[in-house]
């Protein structure tokens, strides 16, 4: 059985939005991922700051703007006074930006703090275009999976101006979204600036992924979504969006490995025992849902993993592990500590 060196350790949007919509991105500086298979062991953990942090000099959008929107569609901005991103990295872009004070609603999916208290305008994951309406927006943002399709339409038919920017898949869309926000508001050299800041904090947090060690190679690290309350058990293949996070952290999607090539598949002994993982990923809600560790491990399979039998499981925020946006940084740092230690980290 291979260690972690003995250290603690366009997805599926219609299952993802069930636990986006019922988290917050806060979490505890500590999660119960078990070390070197203790029972019950608590583990110090870095978690993701609940606040973006905005860029130092607020920007002065310069509009009108015309830009083309992912749909294919030419889209012009006038104002951008009232805005109202439909997912909660796009909110995230938008407050990073130093625009925050413009936007008047979120979706469900944009918890963190400084978006907490507006208004929401999602029933579920769906977009409820009445109440985006009632808002008076200037520009709505929207992802390519944003909907319902008709809803989008309406805002649509109604005048306002809806950008469409593609869904994030990995770590190489953090850039392009930003430069899609930003230009459609009218500051796209902030949106440079912001891009160079998350790249180069990215880009940092790599530098200091310890290398795989010579014996067993990079840890194996399956991404689970878990919803005990629903009995909504998958394992992310080649297409969860969790694949170029894990790589990122010197480690092998098991999921993708094994041959699964979907976005989730239903969780099975056998799909956990070909996969093998060194370190299971959840996230946050998802774990407390099963029952922690302790619940997790007794789901069939998971204990007969080298994961299950160290008990070591990585969890992030619900709010933030795909987003792919600003935080990401932080989102890595935190795998990667989970992963291998911090004592590992050069």
Do not use: W
């Not at 703007?65 to 796009?90: F, I, K, N, Q, Y």
């Not at 109440?131 to 306002?160: H, K, M, N, Y």
């Not at 849902?289 to 992030?316: F, K, M, N, W």
């Not at 932080?330 to 795998?335: H, P």
């Amino acid at each position: 059985m291979r260690r972690l060196r003995n250290r603690p350790a366009g997805a599926l949007l219609s299952v993802l939005a069930l636990s986006l919509a019922a988290t917050g991105c806060g979490g505890s500086s500590e999660a119960s991922s078990g070390a070197g298979g203790g029972q019950g062991a608590t583990v110090r953990k870095e978690a993701v700051a609940d606040r973006v942090e905005p860029l130092a000099k607020r920007p002065e959008p310069k509009l009108p703007v015309t830009v083309r929107s992912a749909d294919g569609e030419r889209v012009t901005v006038e104002r951008a006074e009232r805005v109202v991103p439909l997912s909660g990295s796009l909110s995230e872009i938008v407050f990073t930006l130093g625009l925050g004070d413009r936007v008047v609603a979120r979706d469900v999916t944009a918890t963190f703090e400084q978006a907490a208290e507006l208004p929401v305008v999602t029933r579920g994951h769906d977009v409820s275009a009445e109440s985006v309406l009632s808002l008076r927006p200037d520009l709505v943002i929207a992802e390519t999976t944003t909907g319902p399709e008709e809803a989008v339409d309406q805002i649509r038919a109604a005048g306002v101006p809806v950008l469409s920017v593609a869904a994030a898949k990995g770590l190489d869309d953090v850039g392009p979204r930003i430069g899609a926000v930003a230009g459609a508001l009218g500051v796209p050299a902030a949106g440079e600036e912001l891009t160079r800041r998350s790249e180069q904090r990215i880009a940092a947090v790599r530098e200091g992924v310890p290398d795989a060690p010579a014996e067993g190679g990079a840890p194996r690290v399956a991404f689970l979504y878990l919803r005990g309350s629903a009995s909504v058990y998958l394992i992310g293949g080649r297409e969860s969006g969790a694949g170029s996070l894990i790589e990122a952290a010197g480690a092998v999607d098991a999921g993708a490995a094994s041959g699964l090539s979907k976005d989730f598949t239903p969780l099975t002994s056998e799909a956990l025992v070909k996969a093998a993982p060194d370190a299971i990923l959840v996230m946050s809600k998802g774990l407390d849902s099963v029952g922690g560790v302790d619940g997790l491990v007794e789901i069939p399979g998971v204990a007969q993993t080298p994961a299950g039998l160290d008990r070591r499981i990585v969890s992030v925020e619900d709010g933030v592990l795909l987003n792919y946006g600003p935080r990401t940084d932080q989102v890595l740092k935190s795998v990667v500590t989970q992963l291998y230690g911090e004592g590992d980290a050069r």
